[in-house]
DNA sequence: TGTACATCAGTGAACGCGCGTTCACTGATGTAC
DNA sequence: TGTACATCAGTGAACGCGCGTTCACTGATGTAC
């Protein structure tokens, strides 16, 4: 008995000290592959500096991923999970709010504020997820994206306690989407790098707040959706035609 | 008389050849990084390979750049002109509508496609704009960002026309920067970046209409502000404090 | 239970590459007289 | 107008670096008998 605990206590907690084989290290190199992200971004998560923090031959890494560009791979995937588990996180500690189009409502401005703290708290596992290169989509659907997976759901909740208008449904997650990204982006690397906290913040809430109007009961007449549809391009959908 | 044309005519066609002394080396080498930006992106703007690319060793680069840092700082420069430009460009191209309020609406909306548009066809000279590192601040304000000037001329018409309400003016270039940038982005090099090309279209027009409600005349209680307001974080504004 | 052996996860040395940057230099340009 | 000379934009060779990737190998693991 005392034995056997003592040989599972050793195969749980020593397996990285049995020299020679390592025994999990294709999870040691996608850990130290995110590490690496975290710390510098994509252009850090290099074979060798993964096999090094592993404590490990560079040489060895190939065994377990056929070169740089699947590790990179990895580590975006590494990258987009804690981005969507912190999202999820954070809806879950909140307690939901009475009434349902408040509680809707909020999730949605929730999502979008932790995603763009998420970005500016951990600009290199921002940049390293949304970097060029690598393939983002040879994953299970399910895990490929827990944030679309979330986005898709607290939008659905909106259209059934009635605040978004079924003819507004339809990507309505790309448009909430891309208007926090596009933010987190522009504050992080772009023209409001610099920009005072106070002003950041201000800018988070004055766009969660458009975000909230663009998808509420406020309309554009049919009019002005025609001019704006005219403008934006060949293949705009024509939503006011199938109202539910 | 005639000399005197030849000589300018010599100045100006053929600094190039003139063997030993470049002439305008320091704009051949903005030029080059450029270049290197649109093909390959901010990773390919190296001073060797600009240096290559103007004919030149170098060596010679660094007598016009401290190094490779402000060269990347200039070639994010000619990235942004660019797309300032190219923006400024399509706008001017179209006929005005007579209705002011219809123009107005229409030219954000094309500016907003243009943008997007500018990022799927330059995705070297887009990724490259916005790229981390470099100083994009230390230009002087009016062409440092043209992109900025003519979100903020057209806002200040769409309040000017009377259909974007002043309390909703503040910030209101950041919401839709950053709506259109981050869709642009997720074309680009996130989830949406295989998805055929028809239904980025309808991502596009979806989103720039859901950006045209959000400045419109739609609005959200003060009730439900108060609920986005505080989800959306510490700094929120108190809009709905100052009407106009 | 003990031994022979196949498997395969790791090592260690080496390759060629392009990079940023520095050095001492050379030769064209333009100015002072 | 011609010459002497300072200036400075360019050359060419070299440095050290970290990278991705390949090679022949070694030694631990686990299975067949």
Redesign the interface.
Same mark, same amino acid.
């Given at each position: 008995m005392l034995m056997g605990v003592n040989i599972d206590l050793m195969k749980l907690s020593a397996p990285a000290k049995r020299g020679y084989h390592h025994g999990d290290l294709r999870n040691a190199l996608a850990e130290s592959a995110a590490q690496l992200a975290r710390e510098g971004?994509p252009?850090s998560v290099t074979v060798r500096a993964a096999a090094r923090l592993a404590g490990v031959t560079p040489t060895a890494a190939y065994r377990h991923y056929a070169g740089h560009e699947e590790l990179l791979a990895e580590a975006k995937h590494q990258c987009l999970h804690q981005l969507g588990e912190t999202i999820e996180r954070e809806l879950r500690a909140q307690p939901a709010?009475p009434d349902p189009? %408040?509680n809707a409502?909020?999730?949605l401005?929730?999502a979008?504020?932790t995603y763009i703290?998420f970005a500016l708290a951990e600009p290199g596992l921002f940049?390293t997820a949304?970097?060029?290169g690598g393939a983002? @989509?040879d994953r299970p659907v399910e895990d490929r994206?827990t944030t679309?997976a979330i986005l898709v759901a607290l939008l659905d909740e909106l259209v059934a306690v009635g605040f978004l208008a079924a003819e %507004?449904r339809? #990507?309505?997650e790309?448009?909430a989407?891309?208007?926090? %990204? !596009? $933010?987190? #982006?522009?504050l992080?690397?772009?023209?409001?790098?610099?920009v005072p906290?106070?002003v950041?913040?201000?800018?988070?809430?004055?766009?969660? @707040?458009?975000?909230?109007?663009?998808?509420?009961?406020?309309? $554009?007449t049919p009019? $002005?959706?025609r001019?704006? @549809?005219?403008?934006? !391009?060949?293949?705009?959908?024509p939503?006011a035609r199938h109202p539910g």
């Open positions: 971004g252009e709010l189009v %408040h409502l909020r999730n401005a929730t979008g504020r703290e940049r949304f970097s060029q983002i @989509l994206n679309f %507004h339809p #990507m309505a790309v448009a989407w891309s208007a926090c %990204h !596009g $933010l987190a #982006m522009l992080l690397d772009g023209p409001l790098r610099d906290q106070p950041k913040d201000e800018a988070i809430g004055r766009t969660l @707040l458009a975000v909230g109007r663009g998808f509420g009961t406020g309309k $554009l009019e $002005l959706e001019v704006v @549809l005219d403008a934006a !391009g060949p293949g705009s959908p939503p």
